[in-house]
């Protein structure tokens, strides 16, 4: 069965945001570690989290994919923002440790001006900083569009992080991982509309398909390598919509490709509840159909 959801809002809590997703017909979901401005996150309210927890073993949810704050800039230029990433991330990861197993994705940042190389070196002395080998969440950089000076375009970016924390500290490396923003990698000039294969063959050469744990499912509103990062709802844009040189076909063959088909699918489109709904009844429908041509 596939597992698949959608970014929710955390605003009425843990269990509530579980709900909500299940009422989708969804059995995973994603949201917020706190205001995504990067205010203060919620009180951690731990009978709360035990209802999602519940809820979740009950209903066979997948596991959550938390999404840092897009205010986080860990390979910021001014050390006050670094500082806030730093103790912001490191906050959040404690915090996920009442909800055990889940994935956390981030945005690897934004070089401003200092060169790739560096924000590389910066983003992995930060995960270095707030990341601990005991902990039970998966750290997931995510592939970026390019847009600007952002680090993570590029497969070898994100390998290159992987790697520098892997050097300094090893016993952290299995907690670290990526997640494919399949808007982002399309912006980013990767051909998944005409190619899957060949995109996850190089991002296999490069890091690894056992890094990859999750999935971000989004139409793009602009062509591949546009570098512009502006989600579309599925089947309306350069993805998934045939006008513009996509097809349905295109996310059949991403929910059901053997190195995708088994990971978290979390639809960060421009939707409404009900939208959200609509997507992943549709969704779920091509896996299965795709699943029983096989
Ligand atoms: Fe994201
Ligand atoms: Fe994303
Ligand atoms: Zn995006």
Redesign the pocket.
Known sequence: MLTIGCHLSIAQGYTALGQTALSLGANTCAFFTRNPRGGKARALDEADMAGLADLMAKSGFGVLVA?APYTYNPCSAKERARDFALTAMREDLERLEALPGQLY?F?PGCHVGQGAQRGIELIADTLCQVMWPEMRTQVLL??MAGKGTEVGGRFEELAAVIARVGDKRPELADRLGV?L?T??VHDGGYDIVHDLDGVLDEFDRVVGLTRLRAV?L?DSKNPCGARKDR?EVIGAGYLGNEELGGGMDVFARIVTHPALRDLPF?L?TPNELPGYAREIAMLRELASRGASSN
């Open positions: 999404h994705n945005h995510e592939t997640c923003d808007c982002h971000h989004n989600h979390v960060e």
